[in-house]
């Protein structure tokens, strides 16, 4: 058998190439056969579209006051019933949507950002200095209990919903960077990363081109775990009244209110009780779904196929 | 006809891993993974190295590369010592000494292309190219390792082990280094492919003029393609020599039972072997053995064995050995 | 002399979210008492599934035992319900794997692990079955049994723990062993020690053994017959000496003069298979190694060549080159 010698390299490039899927249609292909995450991403979808298109749809002005129809329970004319004030509480938990997913993205976004390049220098630096000083810093944050931390800092800087998607953020700092710097850990003995030094590629560029992407998976899933957690700190800091304040309707203020009106109407908190806990729910159940589709050990049974 | 140049020196090399125990991560032990390894590779030749698992022969070619810092010791490239350079100056060697991985599913950038991923070092050193002439770069680098240039906006996953490795043989050759360190290139890849990633090897050293340290444990591939073979055993090297009085006339005893135990594809020569079993496991690189570090299997073992450390001396010309009944 | 094991038409699939990986495609074969075969392949011939199918040891789902018989002692084992099997399985069939690090439990103590398939099988008592573990031990080989047999799996090196598995299974004087690439992982030192081990073991018990393997140097040594396969498929079954000499299938042809040798030169370039391993969610129509293969003929690409005997008795390939040449003579 005398195969010429130069077939092989020439075959190569003859055979049909075969189409495969990019990353995020791959995860989000899995993410829908997920029964527990599909769940999540369509209430994720409801509640965007509430939040974006929300007060194009809203049959009444949240904040317009209507003292004949205090404490209604749900009617025709009012879906949800009206509050205290008379004010429509379908309208104000369309609205509040909007408030308590802007707080949720923007603290989820300060908190992503700061926890993750604290995680990225602690996991990737060789000088064991700096990894302690960052992590010690994050426990010390860690140790205080979230909502009573969050509570200290709008202690300090005021009331408001801008200070509250702040102290949220840092108060969520640190599980960024401990997830970052895990992550990061393990991808930076992975083979790829050793070549890129091999290579001689620059440390400031190996972070962002070869560490960051591989480190992904573990901190996406961590964003939607944390909206949640976000939106329902949000809701708790309003119930105290230090978040947003009146009239704007955030779901914890209604709570609130509605708590101190349960004599005379139990539909003021339900609404906006059953608005939290679905949010929080399907944030928790996207953060399921995406984690099992991000998970690495699936993609690897499907890559090796049969032995 | 002029001596060969040697193009890389090893002298004298040590890399020891400290262990930590210990709530104050006290350094208790140190696993002597290259405890005193001297070679040359001349230009242009194959230096194949060989060793069962933890003999220290992946420690030696990272460390050569300078991925580990030498604990003791000196790699030279060309004349220049590589152990003792820092910063900036270790970097701008890195284009003339590279290494291909022994992992084609785990060397290459899952989330990069291979466009992306070949002209990486030309991003790095070649700032000049102007992105056109880049991709013209990394079109002929995937040419000349039998890749089609059309694969350049593919991603690795969607290659077979034997394309990745070709890519990653690119990716090494980007910046035309003289020295390369091939780390078990073929042991991750099946049967049927590692003749085509060997044989390509082997040619692109001829068409480009190569120095490749070949690191194995496959001896037969060894063989095939190196011009002389070093042996390592728990960090040392115990005989060096050309590739054919090797495998023909090894003088080292754990050369003689490591050639034995290797099967051969031929029934009628594998029933008449005489194979040398050795005994026993390999001793921990924590707690090499006092005197020659293979006193504890060597079937050939006396006295002095376990006294006197053995040097690796020349018992033939270009034949070297590290063992008290080769004097 | 009846056969030990008859296999006839196996077939296994895998129901992957990526399409459904035809893993064995029909393979057939006999097995006699005392006979060592071995079956190589690379990754995606399926050598290891059809064994795993055997003693219904893959989880369906997602593998699905499409069908076929395999006959061992006069029962057909992909039949039996799982307590039957339960009862073959370390009894009168064992297995070791390729990893010894995880098909030991690492929290169980040595002793315990060979122990249970005693206790379980041939209903000894927890102090005899820690007696004849000291004697296994001992019998393959490893060095202060007594010691060993109260340690766990950490504390050995690799081909010790080969050993272990070596020990517990044979603790039950199994009529056939199977291994699994069993020296794969381990240096060739240590591989050398672990052949010479269960050949010394298989003369001195008369078991059959089935030795899964990529590598035909190791085969070449150790097995009576071979078969070859590809693709989920047996493309060729011959006795040793025969497949060596006279290789009829190109894939078999190809793996020899692809592999460099140890004890001779090679002088020219090794001849290397070309393309790559088949896909096996996407099998072609004909012969699954037609696309790399460099006899080649317009037949191979339509229909998929049966398994034949192609001129010496026992010796048999599916390739139409051979199955039209035999014809002819």
Known sequence: ?307 | MTAPKALVEVKDLKKYFPVRKGIFRRETVQVKAVDGVTFDVFERETLGLVGESGCGKSTTGNTILRLHKPTAGTVSYDGVDLSGLQGEELRQMRQHVQMIFQNPYASLNPRLTVGQIVAEPLHTFRSDMSSREREEKVQELLRLVGLSPAFINRYPHEFSGGQRQRIGIARALALEPAFIVCDEPIAALDVSIQAQVVNLLRRLQKQLGLTYLFISHDLSMVRYISDRVAVMYLGKIVEIAEKKTLYHDPLHPYTQSLLSAVPVADPKRERSRQRIILKGDVPSPVNPPQGCNFNTRCPLVFDRCFVEEPELREAAPGHWCACHLVE | ?329
């Open chain 1, 1 to 307: 058998m005398t195969a010429p010698a130069s077939s092989d390299l020439t075959a190569q490039s003859d055979e049909p190439f075969v189409e495969t899927e990019g990353f995020w249609r791959t995860t989000l292909r899995r993410l829908l056969r997920h029964p527990v995450g599909r769940i999540g991403l369509i209430i994720v979808t409801i509640l965007v579209l509430m939040a974006i298109f929300g007060p194009l749809v809203s049959p009444y002005d949240p904040n317009a006051i209507d003292f004949d129809n205090r404490f209604s329970p749900p009617t025709l004319e009012h879906y949800f019933g009206t509050d205290d004030f008379g004010r429509d509480t379908y309208s104000r938990i369309l609205y509040g949507a909007r408030i308590s997913l802007m707080v949720g993205v923007i603290a989820v976004l300060i908190a992503g950002t700061l926890g993750t390049t604290f995680g990225l220098i602690s996991g990737y630096t060789t000088r064991r200095w700096v990894d302690e000083t960052i992590m010690r810093g994050m426990d010390i944050l860690f140790a205080f209990p979230a909502i009573l931390l969050a509570i200290a800092i709008l202690a300090a800087l005021g009331k408001g919903i801008a200070n509250a998607m702040i102290a949220i953020g840092l108060v969520y700092t640190p599980i960024f960077a401990r997830i970052a710097r895990s992550a990061v850990l393990s991808v930076r003995n992975e083979e790829y990363v050793t070549a890129a030094r091999a290579l001689g590629t620059r440390n400031s560029v190996i972070l962002p081109r070869h560490i960051l992407p591989n480190s992904m998976a573990p901190i996406i899933v961590e964003v939607s775990l944390s909206l949640a957690f976000a939106i329902l700190a949000e809701a708790a800091l309003s119930f105290f009244g230090l978040g947003t304040q009146p009239p704007d309707p955030s779901w914890g203020r209604m709570l609130a209110e509605g708590r101190a009106y349960f004599q005379q109407s139990i539909w003021m908190a339900l609404f906006p009780g059953l608005a939290i806990m679905f949010s929080v729910m399907a944030f928790n159940f996207l953060g399921d779904g995406l984690r099992d589709a991000l998970d690495p050990k699936m993609k690897q049974m499907l890559e090796k196929k049969g032995k």
């Open chain 3, 1 to 329: 002399m009846p056969e030990l094991l008859e296999v006839e038409g196996l077939k296994t699939e895998f129901n992957t979210a990526d399409g459904i990986v035809k893993a064995v495609n029909g393979i057939s074969y006999s097995l006699d008492e005392g006979e060592i075969l071995g079956i190589v392949g690379e990754s995606g011939s399926g050598k290891s599934v059809s064994v795993l199918s055997l003693l219904q040891l893959l989880p369906q789902p997602p593998a699905f035992i499409k069908g076929g018989r395999a006959m061992f002692a006069g029962r057909d084992l992909l039949k039996m319900t799982t307590k039957e099997i339960q009862s073959v399985r370390g009894n009168q069939i064992a297995v070791i794997f390729q990893d010894p690090m995880t098909s030991l439990n690492p929290v169980l103590k040595i002793g315990k692990q060979i122990g249970e398939a005693l206790q379980l099988h041939l209903g000894l008592s927890k102090q005899q079955a820690r007696q004849r573990s000291i004697e296994l031990l001992n019998h393959v080989g490893i060095p202060m049994a007594e010691q060993r047999v109260d340690q766990y799996p950490h504390q050995l090196s690799g081909g010790m723990r080969q050993r272990v598995m070596i020990a517990m299974g044979l603790s039950c004087n199994p009529r056939l062993l199977i291994a699994d690439e069993p020296t794969t992982a381990l240096d060739v030192t240590i591989q050398a020690q672990i052949i010479e081990l269960v050949r010394s073991l298989q003369e001195e018990t008369g078991m059959a053994v089935i030795w899964i393997t990529h590598d035909l140097g190791v085969v070449a040594g150790l097995a009576d017959n071979v078969i070859v396969m590809y693709s989920g498929y047996m493309v060729e079954y011959a006795p040793v000496d025969d497949l060596f000499e006279d290789p009829r299938h190109p894939y078999t042809l190809g793996l020899l003069t692809s592999l460099p040798d140890v004890e001779e030169d090679t002088a020219t370039e090794l001849n290397a298979v070309r393309g790559k391993p088949p896909d096996l969610t996407k099998l072609p129509p004909g012969c699954p190694f037609a696309p790399r293969c460099d006899y080649v003929i317009d037949k191979c690409l339509a229909d998929n060549p049966p398994l034949l005997q192609i001129g010496k008795a026992n010796h048999l390939a599916a390739c139409w080159v051979d199955i039209i040449e035999s014809e002819k003579t």
